[in-house]
């Protein structure tokens, strides 16, 4: 089992930036896909960007240049690196892994004021 918390959501204008962590219950090394999603109210959940366990990255077109996802494998966390932010990312920012089967975090908030 995998436990996921993620911590550093917020209320941020527009152009502002935010950094959002996910530290994970048991050591990610041998993870090999992490990542965040987030979920807009009356929207369906979305991918922001994964990172697998060699460093390799994808992220949804919205975010590209403006986000960067990290991972340390030895303080077992994620990191989401958000700038230039938009009201349009407005969400519920999920981590996300796949170990065995799907794990989700609790959910952060962010709220990016226009």
């Known amino acids: 089992q995998v436990q996921l918390v993620e911590s550093g959501g917020g209320l941020v204008q527009a152009g502002g930036s935010l950094r959002l962590s996910c530290a994970a219950s048991?050591?990610?090394?041998?993870?090999?896909?992490m990542g965040w999603y987030r979920q807009a109210p009356g929207k369906q959940r979305e991918l922001v960007a994964i990172?697998?366990?060699?460093?390799?990255?994808d992220y949804a077109d919205s975010v590209k240049g403006r986000f960067t996802i990290s991972r340390d494998n030895a303080k077992n966390t994620i990191s989401l690196q958000m700038n230039s932010l938009k009201p349009e990312d407005t969400a519920i920012y999920y981590c996300?892994?796949?170990?065995?089967?799907?794990?989700w975090g609790q959910g952060t908030q962010v709220v990016v004021s226009s």
């Open positions: 048991r050591t990610i090394f041998s993870i090999n896909v």
């Open positions: 996300y892994t796949h170990f065995v089967r799907p794990y």
């Open positions: 990172i697998r366990s060699d460093d390799s990255t």
